[in-house]
């Protein structure tokens, strides 16, 4: 069985943690016959942003016309790892949270971004049941519901806020999508930083 990142926005990530959202559809691509995000069985791992608490370290190194910085960040052992909307620091608010990309040299919560997620620390785990293709337009009010909508309105607005600037694949032009339908398997705080 595969496992895989996938993206969501953070309401959409609500309505799956509320049991609202049981299906996805996303663009097909031109150069594959196969769904891109695996198949009956598969896993995928929600990306998102998140906190966890350390502290960045930084090291220099002189090249022949500039000194190199670097930047690392050590995550303090079995420190959890907090979420967006769900996020209730230790000991009430911390001192400091530091944004993604910046680099204070305290022990802070620290931000990161959705590219900085690795399945360790998702703490959503979904189990694909069911994969198909269709013309997006091909929607029905059963699908719209497990998409989390509630009218067809609702959702063409939805996919054209993702995909209505990419050639061929506004809702208007009606392209083929992967339906991908998903179960959660794993529910939880994200863990720790080990």
Known sequence: ??????????????????GEKTQTRRRT???????????VGDFLYIKERHYIHGKWTSSHEATD???????????IPKSPILFPGFVDF?????NFVAPYGQH???ECWS??????????????????????????????STDLIAEGCKTREEFAELWDMFYGKM????????????VIDFEVVQKSGGGDCG
């Not at 691509?29 to 198949?39: E, F, I, P, T």
């Not at 016309?65 to 995550?75: D, E, G, R």
């Not at 900085?116 to 069911?130: D, F, G, N, Q, Y």
């Open 104 to 106: 204070p040299l305290i």
């Open 167 to 178: 050639e061929g694949y506004s809702w208007a032009e009606n392209p083929l999508v992967w």
């Open 90 to 94: 230790p000991n009430g608010t911390p």
């Open 65 to 75: 016309t500039y000194l190199k910085s670097t930047h690392v960040f050590k995550p």
């Open 29 to 39: 691509l031109k150069d594959r016959l196969d769904c891109q995000y695996g198949n």
């Open 1 to 18: 069985m595969a496992t895989q990142g996938i993206l969501f926005t953070e309401d959409l990530i609500q309505a799956i943690l509320r």
């Open 111 to 140: 931000e990161f971004d959705v590219e900085m997620m690795i399945e360790e620390r998702a703490r959503l785990l979904l189990k694909i049941t069911r994969t198909h293709a269709e013309p997006v337009q091909d929607i029905t």
